[in-house]
């Protein structure tokens, strides 16, 4: 009888682990606006310039990702370097925080900026893209 708690008990645990919430990046790849609003210290004016820019960033990027497909069978069979990824992710950074620069402030641009940094090893953000 034991024998049959303890198999249970193990069962129970490794049931909670699975449906436990995933490490990892967010879903889609990005933050939550209301986690980046306190983490940013926004107040509303900021959270929805904030939460627009994002949206059409990733917008952008989507239906740039969705074109690319097409352009590149028709031109060649050849995909991105990663230094062309890196270099286009960079500037893509970079002009989201020039989008931003009115509305934040220098503070604020910096926890993002670190947010968004790189981890070690060049394997993309530490949290998840934007």
Known sequence: MKRLNLVLAVFGLAAGAASAQPFGPPPEGRFDIDDLAILLDLDAYQKGELDRVLTEQREAL???????????????????????????????????????????????????????????????????PL
Do not use: F, H, V, Y
């Open 62 to 128: 989507r239906a740039e990702r969705d074109r690319a497909p097409r352009e590149q069978s028709a031109a060649s069979d050849e995909r991105r370097s990663r230094e062309d990824m890196r270099s286009r992710r960079d500037a893509n950074r970079e002009e989201l925080l020039g989008k931003l620069r009115n509305t934040l402030t220098e503070q604020q641009i910096t926890k993002l900026r670190i947010l968004t940094d790189s981890a070690p090893g060049g394997r993309g953000p530490r949290d998840g």
